[in-house]
């Protein structure tokens, strides 16, 4: 205790205090390494917050070498500031070459700029996504699922084309790239449930979609509870754009729109009010979103 208390004596009490400050500025240079320094700091998370954050810090660090070999021809400052530019270099080029070396098939970068980067998903978190996932050709006029027939076992969403949706030989609505193609029928079952689609879906044109094993997506929610969450809100969206795309061909008599947020007002309407085919066709498919 006496050894630190007379360290910290010799530190603070003996030692000589400043008696006068010099009355010219630094350099240039001091000054653009402490405003790398302040603009560094503020750079973000994820691998590109990294590489701002590096490479700013390690100008900051190169520009105060500097001006210790140049004004101040102090050894031990040079040095040190070296070796943590060194450091930040090396840093840099580490983290940068992590990010170069993701890449992914073009139907996977498609998927990634429409899609997850607008959310903000990073490029690793989008690699452990699509390495669950598998890419699949659908020809033109081939089902991807039957109605009664096509088990759910999977959940997939359309890179290229267009799908077209029926329900006993009636149209519904159309899927188009970056939706889903069966968000409600993975919706409608619990992890340990099964169940066959109520609808029928059939490529219109040639089309591309990336898709995911059921059991194998189950796994990645369980390891990464993120994933999940994103996945979660992106099949609730897409879910909600399949009902306002039935909502706009379902009319009720005199042609208003039935809305789907009023289930009761249908209910209300007058019994002796026509009621369009497509109509009845509405209130008879209904399990498309609800099974």
């Known amino acids: 205790m006496e050894k630190n208390s007379s360290l910290w004596k010799n530190l603070i009490d003996e030692h000589p205090v400043c008696t006068t400050w010099k009355q010219e500025a630094e350099g240039a240079i001091y000054h653009l390494a402490s405003i790398l320094f302040v603009v560094g700091f503020m750079g973000g998370s994820g691998f590109f917050g990294l590489l701002y954050v590096f490479s700013l810090l390690g100008l900051g660090f190169l520009c105060s070498a500097v001006w210790a070999w140049v004004d101040v021809c102090a050894a031990d400052i040079f040095s040190w500031n070296f070796v943590l530019f060194v450091i930040c270099f090396m840093q840099f080029v580490h983290i940068a070459y992590q990010v170069r070396s993701i890449t992914f098939a073009r139907e996977f970068q498609v998927l990634y700029s429409s899609l997850f980067q607008p959310l903000g998903i990073s490029l690793p978190v989008f690699r452990t996504i699509a390495l669950s996932s598998e890419v699949v050709t659908l020809e033109k006029e081939h089902c991807y699922a039957m109605q009664g027939k096509t088990s759910i076992d999977k959940l997939s969403l359309l890179v290229s084309g267009r799908i077209r949706v029926t329900v006993d030989g009636e149209f519904l609505h159309y899927i188009f790239p970056f939706q889903f193609l ?15 689609f109520q609808v029928t879906l059939t490529a219109e044109t040639d089309c591309r979609y990336v898709t995911w094993r059921r059991k194998k997506l189950y796994l990645l929610f369980a390891q990464h509870r993120y994933i999940s969450r994103l996945f979660s809100v992106l099949i609730g969206s897409d879910i909600a754009d399949k009902l306002y795309a039935l909502n706009d061909r379902v009319y009720v008599g005199k042609r208003y729109h039935y809305d789907i947020r009023l289930p009761n007002y249908y209910h209300m309407s007058s019994p002796e009010m026509p009621r369009s085919p497509l109509t009845e066709q509405f209130r008879n498919s209904r399990g498309y979103c609800n099974k």
């Open 182 to 196: 069966d968000s409600p029928e993975w919706d409608s079952l619990r992890p340990t449930e099964e169940g066959t």
